[in-house]
């Protein structure tokens, strides 16, 4: 097992075990009052959790991620008795663990809570760095806090359950880590993508690894994203516009919110076009998404009205090679105008 520790702003810490045993669970919660939110899907496929907890089953669906569910999580709460020395333990992908850190952080003011996070995705990204929320109207994670969970235990042998679309999506997280802050982490996905598709564990443990290490010293700078943690947004503009009008996973939105990001890059001469190629044919190999069928017009509205807006012009974190990246302030106008080209020229290209 390996332990990467996130220090935050008020001394709390927060320790991300890497292939830890979920059974050694107990070893990280107090002995009694454990409440555990818990992804359906897990709660039938691994009983240990409902033979030991009490447990509040969510459906883990993007449409799901809403205040609605937080309002009944809260009454179940209620229901179970629980008080300010109750623990929660979240028990799912990034959905459940979005949902029960924010359910946990503001009933009654906050509980104490962790995480087993089960997915690819969530394990590599979404339960690390102490975002949690829902979303709003459709608008992608528009309500939240910022708390971190006080142990993630990330136990890659609960990947071997996950069907291979949800597995597929997590490798976007994992590219996008390594476009913003890794060329060498990049070179070596390019080389190793039969073995990774394999699910080779030892593969899987390094890449998670290096993705939380990565994500870690982004969050130990800049906590509450006031700068630095922007560059984890890459591929993120056009994917959160993407979502709420498509049916497809976070991670596929992302797989063409960076293809996006990619060709923008390239528009102002940050990237040349091999490094373009590249990315469009690492993606192509995981069977990940380049181009959306959403019409133009839509993605731009949403765009629009997400919260990252500032006053009339959006933040877009580009590349400036692999591994590198730039931040540039671009007018919405011209916004306008790049996912008009985006769409146009990508639709029937893949
Ligand atoms: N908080 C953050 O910093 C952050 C970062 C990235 C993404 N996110 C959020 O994460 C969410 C996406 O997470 P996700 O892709 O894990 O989605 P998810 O939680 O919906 O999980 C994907 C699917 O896989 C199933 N599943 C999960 N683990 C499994 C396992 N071990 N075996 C069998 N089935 C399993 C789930 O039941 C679900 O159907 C999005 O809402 C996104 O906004 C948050
Ligand atoms: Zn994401």
Redesign the pocket.
């Known amino acids: 097992m390996q332990i990467i520790e996130i220090k935050t702003t008020e001394g709390k810490q927060s320790e991300i075990l890497i292939g830890e045993d979920f059974r050694n669970i107990r070893n990280y919660l107090p002995v009694q009052n454990v409440i555990v939110i818990i992804d359906e899907n897990i709660f039938d496929l691994y009983p240990l959790f409902a033979e030991n907890f009490k447990c509040i089953k969510i459906h883990a669906d993007e449409k799901n991620k809403t205040l609605e569910t937080v309002e009944h999580i809260i009454l179940q709460l209620t229901e179970l008795q629980a008080d300010r020395s109750t623990f929660i333990a979240g028990v799912g992908g990034g959905i459940t663990c979005d949902i029960a850190g924010f359910a946990a952080s503001i009933y009654m003011r906050g509980l104490r809570f962790g995480f087993v996070s089960t997915s690819l995705l969530s394990q590599a990204?979404a339960s690390v760095g102490g975002k949690n929320g829902v979303n709003f109207y459709g608008l992608k994670n528009m309500i939240g806090t910022f708390n971190q969970p006080e142990f993630v235990i990330c136990d890659i042998n609960m990947l071997d359950t996950l069907p291979q679309k949800e597995f597929r999506g997590g490798l976007s997280?994992i590219i996008k880590i390594a476009l913003i802050k890794d060329a060498e982490m990049f070179d070596f996905i390019e080389d190793n993508t039969a073995t990774i598709l394999n699910r080779d564990k030892t593969i899987l443990q390094k890449l998670i690894t290096k993705s939380i290490q990565h994500k870690a010293d982004i969050v130990g700078c800049d906590e509450f994203e006031k700068g630095k943690r922007r560059i984890l947004n890459f591929g993120?503009t056009l994917a959160h516009a993407i979502e709420p009008n498509d049916d497809i996973s976070?991670g596929f939105a992302?797989s063409i919110g960076m293809m996006f990001a990619a060709k923008v890059s390239e528009h102002f001469g940050f990237i040349a076009n091999n490094i373009v190629e590249r990315i469009e044919r690492l993606l192509a190999q995981f069977d990940l998404p380049r181009c959306t069928n959403i019409d133009e017009k839509l993605l731009f509205n949403t765009i629009v009205a997400d919260k990252k807006k500032n006053n009339d012009a959006i933040n877009l974190v580009l590349l400036n090679g692999t591994g590198k990246t730039v931040e540039k302030n671009i007018k919405i106008n011209d916004i306008e105008k790049l996912i008009s080209i985006f769409c146009n020229t990508t639709k029937n290209s893949f």
């Open positions: 990204d997280e993120h976070h992302v």
